[in-house]
């Protein structure tokens, strides 16, 4: 598959610092990436009571463990899950478009609390894991096979999004102080050359 076809996942990992004076065209993309950081982020916490007697430390699920496979019935998606590791500032699948990446660094899907970010590619002219991730729709199911059973997801947020935004997000993306959820991303948007964008699904455990 040539690489050009391939939509790869590669945003900064940690929080980037505005230009002195930005223009215009800039502040709007900030106040888009402000509304996709409250998009991403853990619901809000409870009130002062619940401050002052916090409930029992959530427990992992039953079948908590590092990923193997994603299921995905409404989409077709059946797809191997490989650790993968920071390169510098990207985070990038495998290069085999079928495979799926889950970034080790992270929490593993079951898990309490954290984001368990997995990755696939998109190919343009079809062939890739994650090909129609963008028709996913709210309450879809999606199944994770790890080391210690299968853990069960519902999609509950999904948004396309500008590549500098997701950039922009990756705090929220990577965050490993929410309740535990799963996070897919791969690539959207291809113009001919390249991708322009990313679709991002956030999905929460079912017990």
Request: glycine share 12%; proline share 9%; with cysteine.
């Amino acid at each position: 598959m040539p690489a050009a076809a391939l939509g790869v996942l590669s945003f900064a990992a940690a929080a980037v610092t505005w230009p002195e004076g930005p223009q215009a065209e800039d502040r709007d993309s900030a106040d888009r990436a402000s509304a996709v950081a409250a998009v991403l982020a853990s619901r809000p916490a409870g009130d002062a009571r619940t401050a002052r007697h916090p409930p029992p430390a959530p427990a992992a699920l039953p079948g908590a463990g590092v990923p193997t496979r994603v299921v995905i019935e409404a989409l077709g998606v059946d797809a191997p899950v490989l650790s993968v590791a920071m390169q510098g500032r990207s985070l990038d699948p495998p290069p085999d478009p079928q495979d799926l990446g889950w970034w080790a660094a992270g929490a593993r899907p079951g898990d309490a609390r954290g984001s368990a970010l997995v990755t696939g590619h998109t190919v343009h002219d079809g062939g890739g894991a994650l090909d129609d991730l963008e028709e996913i729709v709210r309450g879809t199911e999606i199944r994770v096979r790890t080391s210690g059973g299968t853990v069960r997801y519902v999609a509950e947020r999904i948004a396309v999004l500008d590549k500098r935004d997701v950039a922009r997000s990756a705090p929220q993306l990577f965050s490993q102080e929410t309740g535990g959820r799963l996070v897919l991303v791969t690539c959207e948007g291809w113009d001919g050359t390249g991708y322009r964008s990313n679709v991002v699904v956030v999905a929460s455990p079912v017990a």
